[in-house]
């Protein structure tokens, strides 16, 4: 074996938290047993990532791809895990490091929040998804690319579920804080309020956003609180983790739509996948009748000849020839 995989994590004082880092690890090491396969922490538990890049080494791996087991790229993803990565690389410069990029908004973990998020409200009296508020719980960093993607994942899920309102708070660094958010979700009106962190495994945090959901509970029985559990090991989860994987050694295309509804299954708009490239906006569209002569401001819009289209394989990719002949510039 001369490929191996690594996957770096944060690590925590926790101990449930990082008993399931190890249950989820173990999972997708039993996923690929043709594998190289281990784990390493940046602090709180070991092995470090350091050490676990030598075990693999020592084991006769050529090949190391890490791939850091944090949600969101700030600080630890941006700048400790790469020092971790670049020291390997200087103690083993025969060996070739790849790094993914961080699980960020996948659509595995969108819909892997709709499993959690119905689980919390199964047996409950029924109230309807309009009546609810949901309130997003990140981690919470000094990078506003990471925060910024809370309230991205946020509006998916509100699309997804049906709320009436979603809105997003952090527990820690960031704010609003838990607490702040959820004095205001319980003035806005809704029947119901749910509260659902964005956190793969347990900690220190995610049990303070727990402590935060049974004090507001207490302070106002007339309002169910609902706490929806965190992400945790599932094969959505790992289905997330092995496509950073893939994409690390074999490449990914670099697009401006990576959740484009149409290249991608997201929970809530299944049924637009691979939807047919049709046009809706007929009214726009340029015509040979008459009324249409006068307005010389419109600029008629001809298919390219066929010698300057574009030939495609649209073989595993929903796009196809006609949508690359729509994006051709033309001369006219």
Not at 102 to 119: G, K, N, T
Not at 126 to 142: F, H, K, N, W, Y
Not at 158 to 167: F, H, L, N, P, Q
Not at 171 to 189: F, N, Y
Request: aromatic share 6%; net charge neutral; with cysteine.
């Amino acid at each position: 074996m001369s490929d191996a995989l690594l996957i770096a994590a944060h690590g925590s004082r926790d101990g449930s938290g990082v008993s399931e880092f190890w249950e989820f690890a173990d999972a997708w090491r039993r996923l690929r047993p043709d594998r190289l396969q281990a784990a390493g922490f940046l602090e709180f538990a070991r092995p470090t990532i350091g050490e676990a890049i030598d075990d693999l080494v020592a084991r006769g791996a050529r090949q190391v791809t890490v791939v850091p087991a944090m949600l969101m790229a700030a600080g630890h993803v941006k700048n400790d895990v790469p020092s971790e990565v670049q020291g390997g690389r200087t103690r083993h410069p025969a060996v070739t490091f790849r790094m993914a990029r961080p699980l960020d908004i996948h659509p595995a973990l969108l819909e892997l929040c709709r499993v959690r998020y119905h689980e919390a409200l199964e047996g409950l009296p029924e109230v309807p998804a309009a009546d609810s508020i949901l309130l997003l719980v990140g981690r919470g960093t000094s990078d506003p690319d990471a925060n910024a993607n809370i309230a991205r994942v946020s509006r998916f899920l509100w699309e997804s579920y049906g709320v009436g309102w979603a809105t997003v708070a952090f527990s820690g660094v960031a704010t609003p804080g838990v607490d702040e958010a959820l004095t205001v979700c319980r003035k806005l009106g809704y029947r119901r309020v749910v509260v659902q962190p964005y956190f793969l495994f347990d900690g220190v945090l995610l049990k303070r956003t727990v402590d935060a959901v049974l004090r507001h509970a207490t302070a106002d029985p007339e309002r169910p609180i609902v706490a929806v559990s965190h992400l945790r090991s599932h094969p959505l989860l790992i289905a997330a983790f092995e496509d950073r994987a893939h994409e690390a050694v074999h490449g990914s295309p670099r697009m401006n739509c990576d959740l484009c509804k149409y290249r991608v299954r997201l929970a809530g708009r299944e049924d637009d996948l691979g939807a047919p490239q049709e046009g809706h906006h007929l009214h726009v569209r340029a015509s040979d009748r008459a009324e249409d002569e006068h307005d010389h401001r419109r600029r008629r819009v001809t298919r390219p000849p066929r010698d300057r289209v574009f030939s495609a394989d649209p073989s595993g990719h929903p796009w196809d020839a006609r949508l690359l002949e729509r994006l051709l510039l033309n001369n006219g």
